[in-house]
């Protein structure tokens, strides 16, 4: 039976403003750096390199952050037969399979577009979740390859860590602009400000995105497999869990927390604001809510 996700237009409305304000961002302290006669070339080539290379080799870079190994369906039969089954249900091309050795469980889906995606899952998560239970965090996963929000979450990330990357080339010296300024190290001043503002409002409109995205791929998955609960179930599973994995499994995995089903970081509602993902109690409100309404349905 096909299940069709469908086009979000709240998320591709929030996916898309915030590219256009990042772009505005980054625009005008491009403007700010040349007025202030700084020399370009070499951040310029770093930048376009750093580009190129994300974004074409995104999900082998995540997938090398974590430990991530390619299986293939002789080394993990059930796992791949989850993931065939997801995509053909969704119409998607089956993406590349791969394993994380970690007893932290969590999965994650990358890759710049639904032909060069990857889904992993960890050990810790196949031990711990039913088939059942595994599908619907699948579902979840494939449900950003469907929105592409994967691409977009890469793209912005390169950007905010352009500007992470210059505030410290500039506390190094290598930002200095040329004559009096210079002298004064009044430029410099100048752009290690700009810098990190564009560092703060980038963190801020992409950890916002991110949160929203969350929601929408627990909507697909719930939508996929019909039944959130399944999802709900997973993700109480998951935090429990993972708050009693020692830190230092934890730190194996923490590079690609972003992309990831389930954060590995604070709690609270101070610091829900600043993280990529929603609280687990907001949704599972949501999940309980869709679950109500199928029911009804």
Same mark, same amino acid.
């Given at each position: 039976m096909r299940r069709r996700v469908g086009a979000d237009l709240g998320l591709r409305a929030r996916m898309l403003l915030t590219m256009l304000l990042l772009a505005v961002l980054?625009?005008?302290?491009?403007?700010?750096?040349?007025?202030?006669?700084?020399?370009?070339?070499l951040v310029l080539g770093l930048v376009a390199i750093l580009i190129v290379v994300q974004y074409a080799f995104s999900d082998q870079l995540v997938m090398a952050s974590i430990g991530a190994r390619e299986v293939s369906e002789a080394e993990a039969p059930r796992l791949h037969d989850i993931v065939t089954r997801l995509a053909q249900t969704t119409d998607l091309p089956k993406p590349r399979v791969?394993?994380?050795?970690?007893?932290?469980?969590?999965?994650?889906?990358?890759? &710049?577009?639904?032909?060069?995606?990857?889904?992993?899952?960890?050990?810790?998560?196949?031990? &711990?979740?039913?088939?059942?239970?595994?599908?619907?965090?699948?579902?979840?996963?494939?449900?950003?390859?469907?929105?592409?929000?994967?691409?977009?979450?890469?793209?912005?990330?390169?950007?905010?860590?352009?500007?992470?990357?210059?505030?410290?080339?500039?506390?190094?010296?290598?930002?200095?602009?040329?004559?009096?300024?210079?002298?004064?190290?009044?430029?410099?001043?100048?752009?290690?400000?700009?810098?990190?503002?564009?560092?703060? $409002?980038?963190?801020?409109? $992409?950890?916002?995105?991110?949160?929203?995205?969350?929601?929408?791929?627990?909507?697909? !998955?719930?939508?996929?497999?019909?039944?959130?609960?399944?999802?709900? !179930?997973?993700?109480?599973? $998951?935090?429990?869990?993972?708050? &009693? $994995?020692?830190?230092?499994?934890?730190?194996?995995?923490e590079g690609a927390s972003a992309l990831m089903i389930f954060p590995l970081g604070a709690r609270g509602s101070l610091a829900e604001l600043l993280s990529t993902h929603p609280s687990l109690e907001h949704r599972l409100e949501r999940l309980q809510r869709m679950e109500a309404e199928m029911g009804r349905g």
């Amino acid at each position: 039976m096909r299940r069709r996700v469908g086009a979000d237009l709240g998320l591709r409305a929030r996916m898309l403003l915030t590219m256009l304000l990042l772009a505005v961002l980054y625009a005008a302290f491009v403007w700010v750096l040349l007025w202030l006669r700084v020399d370009l070339l070499l951040v310029l080539g770093l930048v376009a390199i750093l580009i190129v290379v994300q974004y074409a080799f995104s999900d082998q870079l995540v997938m090398a952050s974590i430990g991530a190994r390619e299986v293939s369906e002789a080394e993990a039969p059930r796992l791949h037969d989850i993931v065939t089954r997801l995509a053909q249900t969704t119409d998607l091309p089956k993406p590349r399979v791969a394993i994380v050795d970690s007893p932290v469980p969590n999965a994650l889906a990358t890759g &710049r577009n639904p032909r060069h995606s990857v889904v992993a899952v960890t050990t810790g998560l196949l031990d &711990r979740l039913t088939p059942e239970e595994v599908e619907a965090v699948l579902a979840h996963e494939l449900s950003h390859v469907i929105h592409r929000d994967v691409k977009v979450m890469t793209m912005a990330t390169v950007f905010s860590t352009l500007a992470s990357f210059l505030v410290q080339f500039g506390v190094w010296g290598g930002l200095g602009g040329r004559g009096r300024d210079r002298d004064r190290g009044g430029s410099g001043a100048i752009v290690l400000l700009v810098a990190a503002a564009v560092w703060l $409002i980038s963190f801020v409109l $992409i950890r916002t995105l991110s949160r929203y995205r969350e929601y929408e791929a627990d909507r697909g !998955s719930a939508l996929i497999t019909g039944r959130p609960s399944l999802l709900a !179930s997973a993700l109480l599973k $998951i935090a429990d869990r993972t708050s &009693r $994995i020692p830190e230092r499994d934890l730190r194996q995995v923490e590079g690609a927390s972003a992309l990831m089903i389930f954060p590995l970081g604070a709690r609270g509602s101070l610091a829900e604001l600043l993280s990529t993902h929603p609280s687990l109690e907001h949704r599972l409100e949501r999940l309980q809510r869709m679950e109500a309404e199928m029911g009804r349905g």
